[in-house]
């Protein structure tokens, strides 16, 4: 059976252009308390990152991680 692995994670000196970032709908205060997505520009992967501390990193998710999560979120899973 194959574990799970965790997203890989950047270290904020690693920069990754990132097609257009949005915060989640559940962020309070306009995205002053939560997290921001996107797709990336140069492969098929998704980024995650602190809305309140943009520069400190973020997680990448492979395409197929991405819509598990996703659907995980929807299903109230998560």
């Known amino acids: 059976m194959n574990t799970p692995q965790p ?3 950047t270290s904020p000196e690693v920069k990754v252009a990132v ?4 915060t989640s709908s559940y962020s309070e205060n306009g ?3 939560c ?5 990336v520009a ?12 943009p520069g400190h990193g ?3 998710f492979s395409a197929a991680e991405w819509t598990l999560f996703l ?3 929807k299903s109230r899973l998560l």
Do not use: K, N
Not at 19 to 22: D, I, K, L
Not at 35 to 39: F, I, L
């Open 31 to 33: 995205g002053g308390q």
């Open 42 to 53: 140069d492969a098929p992967r998704y980024a995650v990152r602190d809305s309140r501390h």
């Open 7 to 9: 997203p890989a994670q």
């Open 71 to 73: 659907g995980g979120v």
């Open 19 to 22: 097609v257009g970032w949005r």
């Open 58 to 60: 973020m997680f990448l």
């Open 35 to 39: 997290v921001e997505a996107g797709p």
